[in-house]
């Protein structure tokens, strides 16, 4: 037993002996390779404003029209030689088109947009925090060297002193000491740590000393240090990757937060494209009529229409087409805040691309079961995930507090194994021959007077775990509100669309009427005339109010599916991160 205990030992030293050298380099290595670390790139603003300024480059300035002093009519035989004829600004499709789907526009977004993009570095950064937490229980190399120059007087030699009449024990301890220390430290789950350490020691005597010289000592020893009380178990000690690990998961929520807003901006401003395409429509459709009525009544000036009709018609004439040019622009807007949203490199915002839609929006009554949708909301809106990994947070802290309660009681373990000799070249043959073994077995108690300060973090951290709870308890009403809220919308935008389309029905109705009348060969009165314009007029605003309350709908649907949570899943998009985290 003896001599198997003995060529372990050894092995174990000259082991940790050989290798000595290497790891005293490693703090070295490490340093040289932090030093050599890749750093980004600088940050150059003109690299990212340069497409931009490249898109922009070469567009031609739209030409700005006179302001007109006199009134011109429009028909081509009456404007003067070299009068411009009336804009109504550039029409829909003079630039480069793109027609998209909505799926489209969203995949674009999903790829390219930035504010998508800024958020997406939340939950890696948090998922790098949570490296930082568990790196505390990755293993610690140390090692460090010492040179001590002793001289001191020991007690080892006697003499009588006449002097003082007594016997002085006195000698002289003159030796230069070479240390050498190297082990791994481990911190435990428990909440203990465990080290193993070798340490050899050259110790130089004094010639004139009976002491062997140089003399060699080796020693391997195992500690392990375990509280019993205060920080005992795996539930105290890996409370900060608890908690960083529900941190992460809150900002991946975040990070899909900002995904679903954004796609629900993407689908809004797409809505709101399709209504101000059909705006223009009808305002070229109105603009066309009151033109038509305009050069009806010119072509019957000094029969039966005197000035003021002419002037009647020729007035909403210019008011439709003022109507035209703002729609126009209108649908642009919408086609800018697109390019905006989505980031496609290709099309920028400075582009001349006009992106314009492709689906038509739905005009199906959808209906939707509240008691299916709060339930829906309940199981998937992010914010209730979110508060239940703070509720899970605070709780952990509170368990951590509650065992900070408890007195220190540590257990501390140490065995060792010790030999010498007295030069290297012997190392083998006596050192390991003659192997002392030794263990230490102790308790380290601390108690706190008064404990004001553990009972105070209990406290506030009771007072916060309540408080999350109680969030958690207010984010269900506001959920169960947001569903409530977002189907009374789709009811009323529906009813809505049933009360535009009889108001269209009505008005065209009553412009057939006025057609029939001019037919019949009534005389275009001022009166009649007015009566013609203002019908055209009311037809085009129904109708302009029939595809708001339409778009309105659409973007209704797409509301309740943000107030349920299923915003991403109604559109098709999966989030990886999220089913991996599941």
Known sequence: MDIRMSIYTKGTVVAIRAAAVTLLAFPVIILTAGCNAHDPEPFDARVWQRPEKDFSRGQVPQEMAPLPTTFVSPASDTRPAGTPPPTTGPALGTEPVIRVTLQDVIQRAVSHSLDVKVAGYGPAISGARVTEAESAFDPIFFSQASYEKRNRQTALTTFFDQGRNRNILIDYDQSDVVTFQTGLRQRLESGGQA??????????????????????????????????????????????????????????????????????????????????????????????????????????????????????????????????????????????????????????????????????????????????????????????????????????????????????????????????????????????????????????????????????????????????????????????????????????????????????????????????????????????????????ERVAGAQSNEADAISNYNIAIQRLEQAKGTLLRYNNVVMAEEQMQR
């Not at 569903?483 to 935008?493: P, Q």
Request: a negative charge; hydrophobic letters at 35%; aromatic letters at 6%.
């Open 195 to 536: 080290e193993l350490r070798y340490q050899w020691t050259n110790t130089d005597n004094d010639p004139n000393r009976s002491l062997e010289n140089p003399f060699y000592e080796n020693e391997l020893v195992l500690q392990i240090t375990q509280p019993l009380l205060r920080d005992f178990g795996s539930d105290r000690n890996l409370a900060e990757i608890t908690i960083a690990r529900n941190n992460q998961r809150i900002s991946l929520l975040d990070f899909r937060k900002q995904l679903e807003d954004t796609l629900a901006q993407v689908e809004q401003q797409y809505w709101q494209l399709v209504a101000n395409e059909r705006k223009v429509t009808i305002r070229e459709d109105l603009l066309k009529l009151s033109m038509g009525t305009s050069d009806i009544l010119l072509k019957r000036m000094g029969q039966d229409v005197t000035r003021l009709q002419l002037s009647q018609a020729n007035a909403s004439v210019e008011s439709n087409r003022a109507q035209l040019i703002r729609a126009r622009a209108a649908v642009r807007d919408a086609s800018d805040k697109l390019k905006q949203l989505i980031n496609d490199p290709d099309m920028p915002v400075s582009s001349p691309v006009l992106i314009l839609s492709s689906n038509d929006p739905t005009q199906e009554a959808i209906q939707f079961r509240f008691e299916e949708q709060v339930d829906s909301a309940l199981n998937n809106r992010l914010e209730l995930a979110q508060q239940m990994a703070r509720i899970d947070s605070a709780e952990v802290t509170r368990r951590a507090a509650k065992n900070n309660l408890l007195p220190k009681l540590d257990a501390v373990l140490q065995g060792s194994a010790q030999s010498g000799a007295d030069d290297m070249g012997t190392l083998s043959d006596r050192s390991f021959n003659n192997t002392h073994f030794g263990y230490t077995i102790g308790l380290q108690l601390e108690i706190p007077i008064g404990n004001r300060g553990p009972r105070s973090i209990y406290r506030r951290t009771l007072l916060t775990r309540q408080q999350e709870v109680d969030r958690y308890r207010s984010f269900v009403e506001q959920v169960t509100l947001d569903v409530k809220t977002a189907l009374r919308e789709i009811h009323t935008t529906w009813d809505e669309i049933v009360a535009r389309r009889n108001e269209v029905n009505a008005q065209l109705d009553a412009l057939r009427a006025i057609q029939q009348r001019e037919e019949g060969d009534e005389p275009l009165t001022p009166t009649f005339v007015q009566l013609k314009l203002d019908t055209q």
